[in-house]
T-cell receptor
Framework: DTGVSQNPRHKITKRGQNVTFRCDPI?????LYWYRQTLGQGPEFLTY????????KSRLLSDRFSAERPKGSFSTLEIQRTEQGDSAMYLC???????????FGPGTRLTVT | GQNIDQPTEMTATEGAIVQINCTYQ??????LFWYQQHAGEAPTFLSY????GLEEKGRFSSFLSRSKGYSYLLLKELQMKDSASYLC????????????FGTGTRLKVLA
């Protein structure tokens, strides 16, 4: 069990560029979650998947954000036309379908200049 | 609305006991979680309460009162490595497994 992994760990991009992050959950976990965390705040829910189905999406997620989990394993989060306000830590977590505990990855820190 | 409140910062001395409180108001309740997060790292799971009462796990205990919308995390025999943020999170309803997090309590343990 290697835990939840995320790539890249850090990303610096210029405003207006598109970025894509990847999350590999714990292999037997059916549910996958994306959160965003800014300094001094708790994680903020963005979206989650059960297998390949996206079951819930936060109203905070603008149409510039899209997430996929095409084969029910890894997931990608894409942000189009990045803005400075997108600068944050993007956390991925996974859990068993019938379990409650979420296991978090190390996060991808995005800086938009 | 959904609201979770925790103190922003706390300071305690090595070897002491500290209690971190969390109050919540959510549209439903399907469990409360405590996570520890060191600076720049991912949150790691500490405890889970879904029924009223105390759950003990080594130096850490967590208490829940659903009627009061209240929980606390108790840390005993504090160590320097316990300096971290402690996040209270609520799963608001069955059928959705997202968490709603509080802003976290930054605990500083002094020698």
């Amino acid at each position: 069990d290697t835990g939840v992994s995320q790539n890249p760990r850090h990303k610096i991009t210029k405003r207006g560029q598109n970025v894509t992050f990847r999350c590999d959950p714990i292999s037997e976990h059916n549910r996958l979650y994306w959160y965003r965390q800014t300094l001094g705040q708790g994680p903020e829910f963005l979206t989650y998947f059960q297998n390949e189905a996206q079951l819930e999406k936060s109203r905070l997620l603008s149409d510039r954000f899209s997430a996929e989990r095409p084969k029910g394993s890894f997931s990608t989060l894409e942000i189009q036309r990045t803005e400075q306000g997108d600068s944050a830590m993007y956390l991925c977590a996974s859990s068993l379908a019938e379990g409650y505990e979420q296991y978090f990855g190390p996060g991808t820190r995005l800086t938009v200049t | 609305g959904q609201n979770i409140d925790q103190p922003t910062e706390m300071t305690a001395t090595e070897g002491a006991i500290v209690q971190i409180n969390c109050t919540y108001q959510t549209s439903g309740f399907n469990g409360l979680f405590w996570y520890q997060q060191h600076a720049g790292e991912a949150p790691t799971f500490l405890s889970y309460n879904v029924l009223d009462g105390l759950e003990e796990k080594g130096r850490f205990s967590s208490f829940l009162s659903r009627s009061k919308g209240y929980s606390y995390l108790l840390l005993k025999e504090l160590q320097m490595k316990d300096s971290a943020s402690y996040l209270c999170a609520v799963s608001p309803a069955s059928g959705t497994y997202k968490y709603i997090f509080g802003t976290g309590t930054r605990l500083k343990v002094l020698a």
